[in-house]
């Protein structure tokens, strides 16, 4: 039975046993509790990662943007913008 009632704290399962007494109560609270922040810490590394995978692609975003217009102030060929392009690629050379 404590089995079932630990799993369904930690899962929308449903749960038909109940504490029965105070220390019983106090328990189920503080696994309700550690639960809760089990979760968040979940949720809140996932944003992270998220979150800077956002910025490395905003990095190069903007990477690339200084790099045609610098091409583009000089007047010089779109062809040369897209070789020095796959070369960045293919080498790993943007800066993020």
Same mark, same amino acid.
Do not use: C
């Given at each position: 039975? #404590? ?14 046993? /109940?504490? /029965? @007494?105070?220390?019983?109560? %106090?328990?189920? =609270? ?5 639960? &809760?922040?089990?979760?968040? %810490? ?7 990662? =998220? @979150? ?5 692609? /905003? /990095? ?15 007047? &010089? #060929? ?11 690629? %293919?080498? @790993?050379?943007?800066? =993020?």
């Amino acid at each position: 039975a #404590s089995l079932h009632w630990s799993l369904t704290q930690f899962t929308p399962s449903t749960n038909n046993i /109940a504490p /029965a @007494n105070g220390l019983e109560r %106090s328990f189920a =609270v503080f696994v309700i509790l550690l639960a &809760m922040g089990f979760f968040s %810490s979940f949720v809140g590394s996932i944003t992270s990662t =998220v @979150n800077s995978l956002r910025h490395i692609q /905003a /990095a190069k975003v903007k990477q690339q943007d200084t790099l045609l217009q610098f091409f583009v102030e000089r007047n &010089m #060929s779109l062809d040369l913008y897209s070789k020095v392009q796959e070369v960045i690629n %293919s080498e @790993n050379l943007a800066e =993020v």
